[in-house]
């Protein structure tokens, strides 16, 4: 079955520069990538996906690349903010079958003042 | 995007007691599923629910100790059963999949077990 990989696993950045967090993962048979964002209390939410057939996607500070070839996915955020300061969890997806998702370990990203 | 209702949102629960969990989708869905997160983990996926029929268990999960119903197209339930300090954990309801691949969470339901 697929197996996703995150890292790191803790990330200290500060306010205003940019943080990047990586997944890999091991079907090449993924071809759907979401990211999600859960801040202390609350459920994941979904904040940008990309999907095989497309390198990138950029929505204003947020971007995700995807490398089949090498089987990764990073997740970008320029400019960060204190509110970015969160969980961060990326996952893949067949679109066959039950379409379950497997989520990689997560990373606490922190945004220093 | 769905609205994912979950109740409740918080409970603590007494060793060897059960509970039921409720989803509510503000619209009709065919692809219901049931997460659980452990305290500082990733979130796992318990089962699949389907509607109009038996629920589809992972690994490592069966359906004595977490029973399932999914009487519609918006609605499910998830049982904790008899339950101990390990089943400490949120649990997720999430919706979607299909060709459009989306997948939502509710706000998860806390449960804490002493």
């Known amino acids: 079955g697929e197996n996703v990989e995150q890292h790191p696993s803790t990330l200290s950045v500060q306010e205003g520069d940019s943080a990047v967090i990586k997944c890999t993962y091991s079907d090449s048979a993924s071809n759907y990538f979401p990211w999600y964002k859960q801040e202390l209390g609350k459920g994941p939410q979904l904040i940008i996906d990309i999907r095989s057939n ?4 950029k929505d204003q500070r947020i971007a995700v690349t995807l490398n089949k070839t090498a ?4 997740l970008h955020i320029t400019e960060t903010q204190p509110e970015d300061s969160a969980v961060y969890f990326c996952a893949a997806i067949k679109n066959q079958g039950a379409q379950k998702l497997v989520f990689g370990q997560g990373t606490r990203l922190t945004i220093n003042p | ?11 603590i629960c007494q060793r060897g007691t059960s509970l039921t969990i409720q989803c509510q989708v503000d619209s009709q869905v065919t692809m219901m ?7 500082g983990q990733s979130l796992t996926l318990i089962a699949t629910a389907n509607q109009g029929s038996e629920a589809t268990y992972e690994s490592g999960f069966v359906i004595d ?3 399932i119903s999914r009487p519609n197209l918006t609605f499910s339930t998830l ?5 101990s300090p390990e089943d400490s954990s949120i649990y997720l309801c999430s919706v979607g999949g299909g060709s459009g691949n989306t997948i939502y969470f509710g706000e998860g339901s806390w449960l804490t077990v002493v």
């Open chain 1, 54 to 57: 497309v390198g990138e996607k």
């Open chain 2, 1 to 11: 995007s769905a609205v994912i209702s979950q109740k409740p949102s918080r409970d």
């Open chain 2, 33 to 39: 599923f049931w997460y659980r997160q452990q305290p």
């Open chain 2, 79 to 83: 049982t904790v059963s008899n339950m």
């Open chain 2, 65 to 67: 100790k977490f029973p």
């Open chain 1, 71 to 74: 089987k990764h996915f990073s």
